[in-house]
């Protein structure tokens, strides 16, 4: 069975950095795309980065481009989000997502003082 | 960036009521990759639709999809008490995913 098990969230300072793993299993990690979703407390989804398997293509939302960055180790079979600068509006359930149908069951990141 | 725009907001029927969700993108969806999830509180969302109309592994025959284009609909032809829920549709015909900002699905 595909499973990714996000870890690394917690409570951080605003300006402060944290950095999500997600460890992927059931499949071959190196043959797929990855993609990160947050989902802010009673709020909606928001897409925020993809990494191609070969990590030659990598793509940010606006709202994290410059601060968030993507990456992989597909010898590890794991993703991760390294997010700098955080700011309140970051406070979220972040998922690490393989395909449409394959997600993680999230971390949570809050941003507070 | 493909927006999509789902209405209702707020969708209040009864077990046994027939719900129908729209979903409108800004611009033609690519090759109709256009899905649908449920969220329920606490949870991960879970895949319903893919490919505009096919069902995902597991899911009912009461749930069903369709539309093309710009215009989609999710329908669930008999509400049973677990549907009652939030509902996302989602674009991912570019790696840039969209999601529609949801509808809920609430007793009434």
């Known amino acids: ?113 | 960036e493909i927006v999509l725009t789902q209405s209702p907001g707020t969708l209040s029927l009864s077990p046994g009521e027939r719900a129908t969700l729209s979903c409108r993108a800004s611009q033609s969806v690519s090759s109709n990759y256009l899905a649908w999830y449920q969220q329920k509180p606490g949870q991960a969302p879970r895949l319903l639709m893919y490919a505009v109309s096919t069902r995902a592994t597991g899911i009912p025959d009461r749930f069903s999809g369709s539309g093309s284009g710009t215009d989609f609909t999710l329908t669930i032809s008999r509400l049973e008490p677990e549907d009652f829920a939030m509902y996302y549709c989602q674009q991912y015909g570019t790696s840039l995913w969209t999601f529609g900002q949801g509808t809920k699905v609430e007793i009434k």
């Open chain 1, 1 to 113: 069975d595909v499973q990714l098990v996000e870890s690394g969230g917690g409570l951080v300072q605003p300006g402060g950095s944290l950095r999500l793993s997600c460890a992927a299993s059931g499949f071959p990690f190196s043959n797929y795309s990855m993609t990160w979703v947050r989902q802010a407390p009673g709020k909606g989804l928001e897409w925020i980065s993809y990494i191609t398997r070969t990590s030659y293509t990598i793509y940010y939302a606006d709202s994290v481009k410059g601060r968030f960055i993507i990456s992989r180790d597909n010898a590890k079979n794991s993703l991760y989000l390294q997010m700098n600068s955080l700011r309140d509006e970051d406070t979220a359930v972040y998922y690490c997502v393989r395909s449409i149908g394959y997600w993680g069951q999230g971390i949570l990141v809050t941003v507070s003082s």
